[in-house]
């Protein structure tokens, strides 16, 4: 006589929790996401003007690169947050800045971008 195997599988208050905990993932994603993408684009941009020499002279560095923040559609950063000093004449970029977004009600959250770009 054949018997029947118990069946399982998952209940509705598993699937209920499956998609809170992926809700909750898409809406940390796609608050820290654009963040992320911003910083990599202004990491790529500061990285090929190093590569095509122009860290001469502050002033030069930061029109090129406010045009290439224009290019890129970048309007939520101002060449003016980052630090520029020259050393002899190597020019040195601290990139240091924070951005704060709302998850939902008083839930912030926070990314934090630190990086400091030199002739190498």
């Known amino acids: 006589m054949a018997t029947r195997q118990k069946q399982t ?3 509705y ?3 209920m929790v499956l998609i809170l905990i992926i809700g909750s993932l898409l809406k940390v994603v796609s608050a820290v996401g654009p963040a992320y993408y911003d910083y990599y684009t202004i990491d790529k941009i500061i990285e090929s003007l190093y590569r095509d020499g122009r860290t001469t002279n502050i002033d030069d560095f930061k ?3 406010g045009e290439r923040f224009s290019i890129n559609g970048l309007r939520d950063r101002s060449v003016d947050e980052f630090t520029y000093s020259m050393d002899g004449n190597s020019l ?4 240091d800045y924070e951005v704060r977004k709302n998850m939902t009600g008083n839930l912030d959250v926070i990314v934090h971008f630190k990086k400091t770009y030199a002739v190498k």
């Open 92 to 95: 040195i970029v601290d990139l």
């Open 63 to 65: 029109r090129a690169l």
């Open 13 to 15: 208050i598993g699937v």
């Open 9 to 11: 599988g998952i209940s």
